[in-house]
């Protein structure tokens, strides 16, 4: 048991990632990692998703190649933190509740502590990201906001008042740091969404199935078997949304096939008119380069912004 206090943290245990002891604290528990797909912020997990999940209606997936690298990593970016931070002590933190017996339902599960004279002052998030393109200037606050939703339900369990994130960003393994600060309306917001959202399980309310991918693969993973004999009937109510809305989505995916192929006629078709030519333009404006790359075979390269034949005409005229 540690001997660390925060100031409205109540320490449960420290085990290891996925151990039945760190499934058991998670339990009807809502968790940095969940919130952010309870209130609609995340790129990986829906609200119906995270339902299904914590309702015991479908397993989680397994680890994936991210997730791998991220935990392999992790006690290196943060060695580096430390090393920049000598004024910081950093201890894993292990999972946490909200002191309040009315709000045990909250729980962190942070990646380290940050101590000074034996006391907790702030927290450490610990990141990889290949692209890095969600990621601002480092000092700054301009994180992915399902991360950003995360930190603050950490600040709003333990009661501190700011957060550090260190990641390590793209295949040049560049170290970015970044600072948070406790935002109590956000963290509000996300607890009264957090509370119902917890009720709606206790009730077995379900949200509606929704767009997102994390939606789509859940409903793809709670009905793995196939009967060919059984017949679905959809009924007049629903075949209105749902034929006009697939209708749609195939005369679209057909227009998007013709219209590459006009297109890769016409690029074929420039890049013959070019010859040797280095650029194309029409009037002043560039249209398309040539370019090649370590002496290979020309390719054409088109513009971001094409010019607009009829308007241009209009302003001549």
């Known amino acids: 048991m540690t001997t660390l206090t925060t100031p409205t943290g109540r320490f449960l245990g420290r085990w290891a990632s996925g151990s039945p002891e760190w499934h058991q604290a998670r339990e009807h528990r809502m968790t940095g990692s969940r919130i952010a797909g309870v209130v609609g912020l995340s790129k990986y997990a829906s609200r119906y998703s995270t339902w299904c999940e914590m309702a015991g209606l479908v397993k989680p997936d397994p680890q994936n190649e991210d997730q791998a690298r991220g935990h392999f990593l992790e006690g290196g970016v ?146 793995p078997a196939i009967d060919p004999n059984l017949v679905y009937d959809i009924s007049p109510e629903l075949a209105d949304r749902w034929l006009p809305a697939l209708s749609e989505e195939k005369t679209a995916l057909a227009d998007a096939k013709a219209a590459k192929a006009r297109a890769e006629r016409v690029r074929a078709e420039l890049l013959d008119a070019m010859g040797l030519a280095g650029r194309a333009r029409y009037g002043h404006d560039n249209v398309a380069r040539r370019q090649a790359k370590s002496g290979g075979i020309p390719y054409l390269v088109v513009e971001s912004d094409l010019p607009t034949p009829d308007l241009q005409g209009v302003a001549a005229a």
């Open 78 to 223: 943060a060695d580096w933190f430390a090393a920049e931070h000598p004024e910081f002590k950093l201890v894993e933190a292990g999972t946490w509740i909200h002191a309040d017996p009315e709000r045990d339902w909250q729980l962190a599960n942070p990646d380290r502590l940050l101590l000074q004279h034996g006391r907790v002052v702030g927290g450490l998030e610990i990141k990889t990201d290949e692209s890095g393109r969600e990621w601002g200037m480092p000092g700054t606050n301009e994180i992915p906001v399902h991360y950003a939703a995360q930190v603050q339900w950490y600040m709003d369990t333990l009661g501190l008042d700011w957060w550090k994130v260190a990641v390590l960003v793209g295949r040049g393994f560049q170290f970015r740091e970044y600072h948070i600060d406790y935002n109590p309306d956000d963290s509000e917001w996300m607890r009264e969404q957090a509370e119902k959202f917890l009720v709606s399980i206790a009730w077995d309310e379900m949200p509606p199935v929704d767009g997102h991918k994390a939606t789509v693969r859940t409903v793809r993973k709670r009905h």
